[in-house]
């Protein structure tokens, strides 16, 4: 088998690797690389940056105002854009929303809402998960009543990341308890700034502030601003997680996570002991199984097509592989991970210099990446969508 690009692919990533290196904002790579968290305004200015070149939309088909791409070209950006230690582009507007708006919105929603998150002047956030309604997706409770020519919001979203930053959420709400509990759900967007918005933050394991908890009450949302018809969120639900749940491959982010890996080995001797190199390999054979599987996934999706559930497949292998490249990269720093860090972008991180280069974006990696088989849908319930959709069993 020839997984090589063709010569028409390489010129391609010449270009991409140009871009990154000599246009893209050196300030935020140097930012990320310090285990910093980047600002509102980071997000935005990568985006731009991208948006310029007309390169933001990647998986958007050109009918839409994306690039079009082939599904190599789209590979081969994702990987550049990793391998250059640039900022991923905020999933919620761009790999999430945006493809239910430009497929089930209307022409004038699309016109209203499709150019802010080309552009990146507006940023979304998600709210679907409920205290008591995360893996099971389907009990929320979250409601809407229908009120005249608007809906009344009211319940609590929980894990809602970045929801401090958006000017914009796309909810999953109750409008209806008389049928299963699949159906009776509406898709809404919500500007930020509506009355009887609270939006609380949650502080996570490595001290960052990137979740939120969002309160509405009696929050009053215009009928305008809902996708498709009333009831059938359901629908336009699982349309999104297919997109969500292929995003987080994140193939040459993990390469360079285990180079980085091996270097600190190295320095440190490990790679004389079989445990530890035993393991290093296994991890990267493991990856390059995950790189096929995306290119797999990739090549099967026909442009601004939704993954499928096949998606689940893709989200288990990447969350589960990043937990164990993170949890190796702190077996390969070893003491230097002892200290407690109160936030990596405090400066007990990045101004302590008896650390060693990574130290700080290791530890960060490691406490972040616990949460990654639990958001998108658990891997216990990807599994049972294997099961009972792919396998039918």
Same mark, same amino acid.
């Given at each position: 088998m020839d997984f090589s690009f063709s010569d028409k692919d390489e010129e391609f990533r010449m270009k991409v690797r140009d871009f990154f290196e000599n246009e893209y904002p050196r300030d935020i790579v140097e930012k990320i690389a310090s285990g910093a968290s980047p600002s509102k305004e980071d997000y935005q200015r990568s985006e731009r940056a991208m948006a310029a070149k007309g390169w933001l939309a990647v998986n958007w088909p050109k009918s839409a105002g994306g690039t079009g791409w082939t599904a190599n070209e789209k590979y081969i950006f994702d990987e550049e854009l990793e391998r250059a230690g640039a900022?991923?582009?905020?999933?919620m507007g761009l790999l999430y929303v945006g493809p239910v708006i430009y497929t089930f919105g209307t022409e004038e929603q699309k016109k209203r809402w499709l150019p802010g998150i080309l552009d990146s002047t507006t940023f979304w956030a998600q709210g679907y998960s409920e205290p008591g309604s995360g893996s099971d997706l389907a009990s929320l409770q979250c409601s809407a009543v229908s009120n005249g020519d608007d809906y009344v919001v009211n319940g609590t979203k929980i894990w809602t990341s970045l929801g401090q930053h958006a000017d914009w959420i796309f909810c999953l709400l109750r409008t209806s308890h008389e049928e299963k509990k699949q159906e009776g759900i509406t898709f809404l967007l919500i500007d930020m700034e509506s009355p009887g918005i609270t939006a609380n933050p949650i502080i996570t394991i490595d001290g960052k502030h990137s979740l939120n908890s969002v309160i509405f009450e009696d929050v009053r949302v215009p009928k305008e601003n809902r996708i498709g018809e009333e009831g059938k969120g359901w629908t336009y639900a699982n349309y999104l997680l297919g997109h969500e749940r292929t995003s987080y491959a994140h193939v040459a982010g993990k390469r360079k996570q285990l180079a980085n890996t091996r270097a600190v080995a190295k320095e440190r001797g490990l790679l004389d002991d079989p445990v530890f190199a035993e393991k290093l390999a296994s991890l990267e054979a493991r990856l390059d199984a995950l790189e096929i599987t995306v290119l797999r996934t990739l090549s099967s999706v026909a442009e601004g097509g939704a993954p499928g559930n096949e998606s689940s497949i893709l989200k &288990?292998?990447?969350?589960?592989?990043? @937990?164990?490249?993170?949890?190796?990269?702190?077996?390969?720093?070893?003491?230097?991970?002892?200290?407690?860090?109160?936030?990596?972008?405090?400066?007990?991180?990045?101004?302590?210099?008896?650390?060693?280069?990574?130290?700080?974006?290791?530890?960060?990696?490691?406490?972040?990446?616990?949460?990654?088989?639990?958001?998108?849908?658990?891997?216990?319930? @990807?599994?049972?969508? &294997?099961?009972?959709? &792919?396998?039918?069993?």
């Open positions: 900022l991923n582009v905020v999933p &288990i292998i990447a969350t589960e592989l990043a @937990q164990d490249i993170a949890e190796l990269g702190m077996e390969a720093f070893g003491p230097y991970m002892l200290p407690a860090f109160p936030d990596s972008v405090a400066p007990a991180w990045t101004g302590n210099t008896a650390l060693p280069a990574g130290a700080a974006p290791a530890v960060a990696a490691y406490l972040g990446a616990r949460a990654q088989s639990i958001y998108g849908g658990s891997n216990e319930i @990807q599994k049972n969508i &294997i099961a009972k959709r &792919i396998l039918e069993l």
